[in-house]
């Protein structure tokens, strides 16, 4: 298959509208029309439907593949592009919501100081973004996070040879508003809350679907959708009684700034209102997983970097050792 119909195929089924399509690529209509055709006659099938445009059964199967396979050739593009560069004057760093920032601000400190003329951005992305634009260099290096069950890693998307290293582990809690009638429990096991109201929020919170997998069912219902990446405007949500999330326990610690003794933490509202209370997740057993990921080409930069972060949970366990 020409990548370059399989990108117009994509793109169209995306837009629904050939001329939406074509002004999206920069090609004309007759254009787009013809890659469709073409590509359409090579599988020997229709991948379109035209009144309205939206992909047959066999389109929708080739739509599965179509992501992965693109993603593949920009990441060899990429791979290919680092190898000949010039040596790296600058890293750009994506980190998911949840990722742990303050280990990653001391990471990036060292780097700095073997590298004071570096320059830096960090990106604040999506999950799966981050993972994307590793894989094709727009960033040199990511962090994301997810729930698994203990020392498991990342169910990550296929996105070429990635490098990816732990760097943290933490509990899950349940945020729940104050008055939630569950709020004063010790501990809440998932499969309990299939029927409760949640906040679909895929880049913050653990998404919907993983909790369906953990738990097991078809539960879960979203009652609003959460697409921003910040914390605290999801914790605003739950608060007013608009869903549950699952998030790591950090998450509502360093909002809060305050833990109560019995391991649930209270965040207050802007007025002084009741805010967030948020109960430790006890079944099924998953954890709050951060990891660094890297491609082998990556700049000298982005390798420092992948190593200090990686380097600072083993640190721990040694001085948890000697303590």
Known sequence: MDPHLLR????????????????????????????IAALESDL?????????VTPTRAGERLLEHAGPLLL????ARADIARLTSAPATRLVV??????PTHRLGAA???????????????????RDAVVRDVATADLDLGLVDGAVA??????????????????????????????????????????????????????TAVPLA????????????????????DVRGLLSLVAAGHGLALLPRSAVEDTAGMVEAVGAAAVRGTHG?????????????????????????????ATLLAAALTDAPARADRAAASY
């Open 44 to 52: 020997g099938t229709p991948l379109l439907r035209r009144r309205p």
């Open 8 to 35: 117009t195929f994509v793109t169209v089924a995306r837009c629904g509208s050939f001329s939406d399509a074509a002004r999206e690529l920069g090609y004309t209509q007759s254009a787009v029309s013809q890659h």
């Open 108 to 126: 990036l400190a060292e780097v700095r100081r073997q590298q004071p003329l570096l320059e830096v951005t960090v990106r604040v992305l999506g």
């Open 273 to 301: 209102t009741a805010g967030v209370r948020a109960v430790t997740l006890s079944a099924p057993r998953l954890v709050h997983r951060t990891e660094v990921l890297h491609n082998g080409t990556a700049p000298a930069p």
């Open 210 to 229: 993983r909790l369906r997998t953990a738990a097991g069912t078809d539960g879960f219902r979203a009652s609003l959708r959460y697409d921003g990446t």
């Open 150 to 203: 203990p020392n498991d890693p990342l169910h990550l998307a296929d996105a070429g040879p990635l490098t990816a290293g732990a760097v943290a582990e933490q509990p899950l809690v349940v945020a729940l508003p104050a008055p939630h009638p569950l709020a004063g429990r010790p501990g809440l096991r998932l499969p309990d809350l299939t029927d409760a109201r949640w906040l679909d929020a895929p880049d």
């Open 72 to 75: 593949r050739l920009e990441a």
């Open 94 to 99: 994506g980190v998911s919501p949840l990722a």
